[in-house]
């Protein structure tokens, strides 16, 4: 393994949350595909159409953290930000670079371990009905997603430009 996470933390509504997060499950992007088999084709072959299919995260917490619960449930229009900041250590080099993931959202489902005396129990809230994600390592960005005006930018190139320039949408 080349690069491994050393550390990470949890910012959620500009709060650290990092002493109590023990994992966090990023969002994949993933383009939403059409299976299609012409007339003359025995194999049929899967297309990737121009949308995504919708971005969710998952964040494991221990503890019963009010602050997180408060941000659950809430009603159309109250989104939050929630930021990761991860540590990654390249095994070759010995060097750190900053992997860095920005969400818009709400929380919208979660669920608690049991009360049992005596031990940790905790909290997994899942963000669905994600807004925007924007990944970047070491400064760069790897993944920025919104979805209104439309924005793709994979590896530094925006994917939707030629489209949001045809659809009036200035700079995406």
Known sequence: MR???QGFTVYIAGVDHGIDCEEIGLPTPQVVQQEYRGGGMDLAVNHGMAA???LEATFKFA????????????????FLTVTARGAVMNTLTGEHDAHVVV???????????????????GLEVT??????YRYEIAGNVVHEIQAYPPRRVINGVDELASI????GYANG
């Open 164 to 167: 949001n320039t045809i659809l």
């Open 3 to 5: 690069d491994i996470l």
């Open 127 to 132: 963000m669905s009905g994600i807004l925007a």
């Open 103 to 121: 969400l818009q959202g709400q929380f919208n489902e979660h669920s608690r371990d049991s009360w049992k005396r005596g031990e940790k129990g």
């Open 52 to 54: 995504l299919e919708a």
């Open 63 to 78: 503890g019963h953290s009010r602050n997180i619960l408060q941000q659950v449930a809430r009603g159309p229009g109250k």
